[in-house]
């Protein structure tokens, strides 16, 4: 379903009580207020939200594997604590993104669904191998660089369940990429073959990383509505320049270079300018055909299942001792019976 | 086996001595126990609190979604509630 589609058909049934509502609705995103869970607000808002939120969420908790695929093999405790660390964050990052979509009315176990079968995508740098261990450091600097500078905007998103996620993603991030620097510069200031190892990481990772913002603007379908909404605040283009502005002195600290012969200070524009991305490259790897799409997907089907028997074991002792936690009632009296109606549901953020 | 079954809980968090509880989130867990667990390793990996709370979030009562409800009205025109209401002549200290 587009947006356009779907805004066109609530334009034609609008009643009046409707266009009431969606004014309202307007003019909280245009004062920058934040719209939350129980407010009204359009259908494609929804559903471009759940779409968006949905794809951020399994891209955290994809994203765990190339990573984690080093934890054995970390070169010292420090290092592996460090990466267990940070594995362990991208799966509360997860987390915390289902928790912020189920908001809107749909529910984790319907999006890892959509997952598993392939009908919701996540980020298509994670289709990527990490193939020695100084890619752990360049995903570190450049994905998670990138991925900080996707969602620092992110963080005053119209939609404060997602916003306040964000907030707190934020937070963490910037961990993640010191680390991947420190551990990049470890390399790069060592042998000639660390260095050579560090510089072939860089190579294989900045341009996925640069894809990592989406399509140009003039291909991408999503952006216009969602930046009129205030889910997003930057187009792609313009982040992907913010990117490039950032990491290319950065590079030039770690003592690496970057594989853009194109990649110079424009002085005139106060930017670097940087080559031509290989979009048929994305396009690939996002349509499937990427080095590590399906061991990705299958890699996380099967967690799901050999997970399986742990649920249903917490499940069956809950349902064992609900009679002992489940209905006693500590709360005070003042606190019931102060409104006629009842709003109670399973969706989160209940009273926000 | 899925999830559904699993209540969904907010998490409550008191970020140090001297502050009240404030909400961080919510999760998914079987039971209360399982909850409190998760709610740790989810919402204080980096000493965020010293106590939490986990609340089954069907126990929330909430007020109707719209802040213009009638139900806030009788806040809403009684400006003398507030100090700045009040007119005091220049050069009355302390007050
Ligand atoms: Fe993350
Ligand atoms: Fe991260």
């Known amino acids: 379903?587009?947006?356009?589609?779907?805004?066109?058909?609530?334009?034609?049934?609008?009643?009046?009580?409707?266009?009431?509502?969606?004014?309202?609705?307007?003019?909280?995103?245009?004062?920058?207020?934040?719209?939350?869970?129980?407010?009204?607000?359009?259908?494609?808002?929804?559903?471009g939200l759940v779409r968006q939120i949905a794809q951020h969420a399994h891209s955290e908790i994809i994203g765990m594997?190339?990573?984690?695929?080093?934890?054995?093999?970390?070169?010292?405790?420090?290092?592996?604590?460090?990466?267990?660390?940070?594995?362990?964050?991208?799966?509360?990052?997860?987390?915390?993104?289902?928790?912020?979509?189920?908001?809107?009315?749909?529910?984790?176990?319907?999006?890892?669904?959509?997952?598993?079968?392939?009908?919701?995508?996540?980020?298509?740098?994670?289709?990527?191998?990490?193939?020695t261990w100084a890619d752990v450091g360049a995903i570190g600097w450049l994905v998670d660089g990138a991925a900080i500078t996707n969602q620092v905007p992110l963080c005053r998103c119209s939609y404060g369940p997602y916003a306040r996620a964000m907030v707190r993603v934020c937070k963490e991030e910037s961990f993640h990429q010191r680390q991947g620097y420190e551990a990049l510069l470890a390399l790069s200031r060592g042998t000639e073959a660390q260095h050579a190892m560090a510089q072939d990481a860089v190579d294989r990772w900045w341009w996925p990383s640069l894809m990592m913002f989406g399509p140009p603007d003039d291909e991408s379908t999503h952006s216009a509505q969602a930046m009129a909404w205030k889910i997003k605040r930057h187009s792609n283009d313009e982040l992907r320049q913010r990117f490039v502005d950032i990491a290319a002195p950065q590079a030039e600290s770690l003592g690496l270079t970057l594989?853009?012969?194109?990649?110079?200070?424009?002085?005139?524009?106060?930017?670097?300018?940087?080559?031509?991305?290989?979009?048929?490259?994305?396009?690939?790897?996002?349509?499937?055909?990427?080095?590590?799409?399906?061991?990705?997907?299958?890699?996380?089907?099967?967690?799901?299942?050999?997970?399986?028997?742990?649920?249903?074991?917490?499940?069956?002792?809950?349902?064992?001792?609900?009679?002992?936690?489940?209905?006693?009632?500590?709360?005070?009296?003042?606190?019931?019976?102060?409104?006629?109606?009842?709003?109670?549901?399973?969706?989160g953020e209940a009273g926000a | 086996m899925t999830t559904d079954g699993w209540p969904l809980w907010e998490v409550f968090v008191r970020s140090r001595r001297g502050l009240s509880h404030t909400h961080a989130g919510s999760l998914h867990a079987p039971d209360a126990e399982m909850a409190l667990r998760n709610a740790r390793d989810l919402y204080t990996r980096r000493m965020e609190g010293v106590s939490i709370w986990v609340v089954p979030s069907t126990a929330i009562t909430a007020s109707s979604p719209d802040e213009k409800d009638?139900?806030?009205?009788?806040?809403?025109?009684?400006?003398?509630?507030?100090?700045?209401?009040?007119?005091?002549?220049?050069g009355v200290k302390h007050l």
């Open chain 1, 65 to 131: 594997q190339p990573e984690a695929n080093w934890i054995t093999r970390a070169p010292s405790l420090r290092r592996k604590a460090i990466l267990m660390a940070k594995v362990q964050d991208e799966a509360g990052h997860g987390l915390y993104l289902y928790s912020a979509a189920e908001t809107l009315g749909t529910s984790r176990d319907e999006l890892l669904d959509k997952l598993h079968s392939g009908r919701q995508k996540y980020s298509s740098i994670f289709n990527y191998p990490t193939l």
């Open chain 1, 1 to 47: 379903m587009t947006t356009g589609t779907a805004e066109t058909t609530a334009t034609e049934g609008m009643t009046a009580s409707q266009a009431a509502l969606e004014a309202v609705f307007d003019a909280a995103v245009a004062a920058d207020e934040r719209i939350e869970p129980r407010d009204w607000m359009p259908d494609a808002y929804r559903a």
């Open chain 2, 70 to 90: 009638p139900f806030f009205e009788p806040s809403a025109d009684k400006p003398y509630r507030h100090p700045t209401f009040y007119e005091i002549p220049d």
């Open chain 1, 259 to 347: 594989p853009d012969p194109d990649l110079k200070w424009n002085e005139e524009r106060g930017h670097y300018d940087f080559g031509p991305i290989d979009w048929d490259e994305f396009w690939n790897v996002l349509k499937g055909n990427g080095p590590c799409n399906e061991q990705r997907l299958s890699k996380r089907r099967k967690a799901h299942e050999d997970g399986a028997w742990v649920r249903e074991a917490a499940a069956a002792y809950a349902g064992k001792h609900d009679g002992r936690h489940g209905n006693d009632n500590h709360g005070r009296d003042d606190a019931h019976g102060r409104h006629d109606e009842q709003h109670t549901h399973t969706h």
